[in-house]
């Protein structure tokens, strides 16, 4: 059974950092895209980023590019999600997606996507 599970989330002040991690288990994911999307009180949710299986492509919400960063560690199956310069805007649920198939992109539509994560509240207080 695949199981993504976030953890890392928090409140902070505008402006602060905060990291959040994804791992993920019950099947291999090294060679699987995998990515993060959040979603605001009253809102849908939305695409945040994602990253190849390989770690050599990223791609980035307008929103919070130049703000946070994806990574990932195909050694211990997680993958990061660092956000600096918060701001309350940022507020939501965060969740880890994951693609099934193996060498394909992670679509950026919430619909579109095979694995999901529980998700971890972020907070940022203005």
């Known amino acids: 059974q695949v199981q993504l599970v976030e953890s890392g989330g928090g409140l902070v002040q505008a402006g602060g950092s905060l990291r959040l991690s994804c791992a993920a288990s019950?099947?291999?994911?090294?060679?699987?895209?995998m990515g993060w999307f959040r979603q605001a009180p009253g809102k849908d949710r939305e695409f945040v980023a994602r990253i190849s299986w390989s770690g050599g492509y990223t791609y980035y919400a307008d929103s919070v590019r130049g703000r946070f960063t994806i990574s990932r560690d195909n050694a211990n199956s997680t993958v990061y999600l660092e956000m600096n310069s918060l701001k309350p805007e940022d507020t939501a649920v965060y969740y880890c997606a994951a693609a099934r198939i193996p060498l394909t992109v992670l679509t950026t539509t919430p619909s579109g996507v095979d694995y999901w994560g529980q998700g971890t509240q972020v907070t940022v207080s203005s």
């Open positions: 019950g099947r291999t994911f090294i060679r699987n895209a």
